[in-house]
């Protein structure tokens, strides 16, 4: 190799990824394996319009010590193809505001933008690019070049000659590059199938669109010496280039914002001084010596790792906003730490709980702090524009989320075109549900799709394999925010996000994490919206003024309604899963909800950990520890790991491994599926070892290796569980004492949550609240709380009603509450003006029966809009009596609710149908509770449907009657058999086996038969439910 290399030197200093969107038909990662293999001295990335696959590259170069040079392509003038590559940190940082103005104005680049000594150019010849030579030369100097392509399509003749007589004329130098956008020839059908895709074509029909060959891979020096025989020279000029071009991504220093912080403080003074606040405010004039010993030791490594801005930028956040009056709570990992704890940026006391600081932050770790934080979700914008406003837009940011092909799209995407029917594609991707591609048989496809060639089958799945994890554009991150302390631009380029006001880097939190930059994760929780709703309608209603801090701490009746499961609406615990649960472990205290939170996870019976634990606590099951030392560790869940933290504890303290030892173990464990087991095998044969030499049997140490393999399947960290915990002990607080303020704080924060309007509503009305409909002039645009018990429906409620106009009818009747509808309708024109009363918003109001008031139903209300003629002004007189129309029967009336504003109060839809059901031997949840029947036949209308990814293909279903829930487990041969009704019918008769004790407070019915009660073309087989996996 290293005669071939210097006999046949060459760098490529035109490639393009994948990260050329729909263009470039490799991995970043393909591109520089295979640029080393076949013995490149280097290869310059030069992504369109951004450096979006840089760090990718820059970390498989560095795994085989190859030169990855940074560049981009872009469109000088608006339409002829540059490269621009950068010299040194100088030029990368011009490459990067180049970019960043590119995005930023969406104008053309000008020769004038190009101001920078430290770029090189490298330009494809155009006749049209003639008249710029000049002006880019005097600019450029020797750091212009015309590049040299062969790509056999015809046209190289023309392109040569050209290039000929622009470089004699201008004195320019030249290169060679095959612009290679795949690292094999092979891949050029899936960048014809790209291209057809961003065209939006099919492969019949896409033409010129699609490249003439195959020739734009990685070829060898080899190759591209004998390519360009008649001039070595333009292969040898690519030398001269890379040997200038000497920067790489780790000369980048990231540096956080400290501009801020108090003169003649450092921030380390500053921090510690917060610290000694917080000590004094958490735990009094005498803290504990834990408390001090933990804060010492987290202080020393936070200044030895340099991270005491990143504390301080994130506990500015969390001030402002509580000075704005947000909740907040931060979570994940941060609650390990008893600085974050102090600094009042999470709520979680870690010395309490004996939590893992180690979890959080450790000197082997070799990466930065990751601190998560809530806000409430409406008001989390607030947020995020502070940041903008302190820091500028150039010095904040938020990261990107790269939006990749995943197996829906890609087989619906790559189906396009193949020109294969909807049909077939449906059917493919029902077939591959929950399943591998690479793990399926080609026979199974054409079995489903007999009228298409198994050979096109073939190339359309082998082409959907590749595309899968292709980037497709980048999107915005749910919240990470980058912050620097100089202009975050010449670090990364920045461009406009899809939504307004907003702004992106180039790269994803993996390249950030990469290249050690810090990120702040400002995160939108509707659950603390409606706790902060809450809030303010038990202080208007009942006096009592709540924070997060004050409510009643290990109230028995709390705990109570969690043991009965009586949870809907509650954060965390309201799931299917999390109801089951309830009852059986029985939650007591804080501690047992944060196991209640983590034990209920995909996969504890694969860990073997629920039932045991349950047993252990239950005291129907001995148990002791084999190692002294693992009795601290595990004493607190009966011997069972239930927590991430413990199993690194289990690795520190029982076989020495270091923090950062232990926190490689975490980090294999969670990603062993998806990577696969070989790290952890290795990690774990490293326990193994340990723990024998440390005089452990070699059976034992075996034993707590496969717990851990065990452990892997659905560890949780124990600090998340915590933060968790906190919102959902509130919320079950507020359903216990507050119902009425916790259902409206729920209803005003939606959309949120796990349940529809319907089934809180009804979960409320059946414990005694008096929910009443929407009706003016007593409706508001919220929902709102009209006494005690009592719950008024707001017009937010109305489907397709503006907010606007909404609220403009709240003012209406503030200012005038006695109107009658003619004087409504002229008082609401007048406040809409300008803008002109929209009569289709009317006739939502009426469909509503918001017009009661008036004495006018439903009909009624409809026959005076139609009169009206709103946009001349024009009001006809009130009839003296309206038409003999037709009253509504009753399940009219329900499915006129349910269309209007999602639920009715007149009855539940089951309700209308319990004489016929009890007829038939259906019974109703409660009748289920109380029967020592074994088989039974229910009913009720579909509010959850989940099949989880451990389940085997078991199908759970949760029916809602109007006297509570009923939980049917469908095994896969039922769902099967019954698939069609079960996914398209919301209302349904099921009968089976009761799998729940007499008295249970949650029913459970395994199903073997399914039956619609409902016709198929039933408006109300649309009732809102929640499916998920």
Known sequence: MAALIEKHPFVELCAKSNFSFLEGASHPEEMVRQAQALGYLGLALTDSNGVYGLPKAHVAAKELNFPVICGAEILLEGKFPAYLLAKNREGYGDLCETLTQLHATEATLTCKHLDSPHLFLLLPPTPEIAPLLPGLKEHFEERIFLVAHRFMDGRDRDRLELLDRLSHKHALHCIASNAPLFHLRERKILQDVLRSIQHRTTLNNAGFKLLANSERHLKSPEALYKLFSDHPEWLENTLRIAENCHFSLDEIRYHYPTEWIPEGETTMSYLSKLTEKGIEKRYGRSSPPAVRQQVDKELKLIEELGYADYFLTTWDIVRFARSQGILCQGRGSAANSIVCYLLEITSIDPIRLDLLFERFLSRERNEPPDIDIDFEHERREEVIQYLYSRYGRDRAAITAEVICFRRKSALREVAKVFEIPLESVEKFLHLSHRRSLSEMHLEQFVELAPELQPKTIALYLEIVRLIRGFPRHIGTHVGGFVLTHDKLSRNVPIEKAAMPERTIVQWDKNDLDALGFVRVDILGLGMLTAIRKSFEYTEQIYGKKYTLSNIPAEDPKVYDKMCLADTVGVFQIESRAQMSMLPRLKPRNFFDLVVQISIVRPGPIQGEMVHPYLQRRAGEERFDFPLPELKRILEKTYGVPIFQEQVMAMAMVVADFSAGEADNLRRAMGTWKREGGEKLARIAAHLEERLISKGVKPDFAKQIVNQIKGFAEYGFPESHAASFAILAYVSVYLKTYYQDCF??????????????????????????????????????????????????????????????????????????????????????RDSLYPRPLIKRELFLLAFSGAFKTFGMNRREAIWEIQALRVEEELFLPEPESYPDLPKESSWERIRYDYESHGVSLYAHPMSYFRKYLMANLYMDSKSLQQTSKKYVRTSGVVICRQMPSTASGVLFITLEDEFGFVNLVLWKRVYEQFRDIILTHSFLLVEGKLDSPKNARVIHLIVDKVTPLLTPDDPLQQFPSHDFH
Do not use: C
Request: no cysteine.
């Open 743 to 828: 259902l409206t704080g729920l209803l005003n924060s939606r959309p949120m949550g796990f349940y529809s309007s319907h089934t809180l509503i009804y979960d409320a009305k059946r414990q005694g609240i008096d929910v009443r409909g929407v009706e003016l002039p007593f409706s508001t645009w919220d929902n709102r709380v009209e006494s005690p018990g009592v719950v008024r429906l707001g017009l937010r409620e109305i489907r397709g009603l503006s907010k606007s106009t909404g609220l403009a009818i709240e003012a209406v009747f503030h200012n005038n509450p006695h109107l009658n509808f003619h004087g409504f309708i002229a008082a609401l």
